[in-house]
């Protein structure tokens, strides 16, 4: 590619740029074979390639503090919020099998997930309210994740999206679920 095509596309908003301070451009990989692959084969899209650029973008958003500003977050001492860090990897990378298995195997996992939710948030103290609460941050971050990196790369609307938001959506609902069953079964015992 010619670099005076690459600098039309970034400067008309074709391709995802970073400026540095100094005004050199900066493109991210990730992005870059994200945007490509989407420019060449219409609605096909790297489900694993948009994961991971989320969870980096989720890993800063935790960082700056949002979590931290969470009421239930706030109760929790010091190992039960590394426990709560260590299970949004671990929903992540079972969200990213999901979706590049197309769901299968990855049911039960994200019933496991839900199940260790739940049992967590219990040990914890945490009212059930307060468990979907937390589930929620961390489905919220990803979603809100997951759209930004596909502005970013100017994917378009369509069946790529639904795709993947498909995926996350019926991954993430089991996960819940299980969560509250998980709270209904054990108030019952």
């Known amino acids: 590619m010619h670099p ?6 970034s400067d008309k908003g074709l391709l ?14 990730g ?6 692959s989407t420019s060449r084969g219409g609605d096909v899209v790297d489900a694993a390639g948009i994961m991971q650029a989320s969870l980096r973008s989720i890993r800063l958003r935790i960082s700056e503090g949002q979590l931290a500003q ?18 949004a990897q671990t929903l992540f990378q079972g969200l990213m ?8 195997e990855g049911e039960a996992e994200a019933r496991a997930i839900g199940y260790e939710y739940a049992m967590r948030a219990q040990r914890f103290g ?8 937390a589930f929620l941050f961390f489905r919220t971050a990803l979603l809100q994740s997951v759209i ?4 970013v790369a100017n994917v378009p609307s369509g069946r790529a999206w639904g795709e993947v938001l498909r995926g996350v959506n019926a991954y993430t ?7 509250l069953e998980t709270y209904r079964t054990k108030d019952k015992a």
Do not use: C, M, N
């Open 148 to 151: 930004e990196v596909y502005q």
């Open 173 to 179: 609902d089991l996960i819940l679920l299980t969560l």
């Open 4 to 9: 005076g095509t690459v600098r039309s596309w």
């Open 31 to 36: 992005e870059v074979e994200l945007w490509a």
């Open 16 to 29: 995802p740029v970073y400026r540095t301070r100094g005004g050199h451009r900066r493109f991210k990989r």
């Open 97 to 104: 099998g999901y979706i590049g298995e197309g769901g299968g």
């Open 126 to 133: 945490l009212h059930p309210a307060d468990a979907a609460r």
């Open 70 to 87: 969470e009421a239930w977050y706030q109760r929790l001492d010091e190992e039960a919020r590394k426990q709560y860090r260590e299970s």
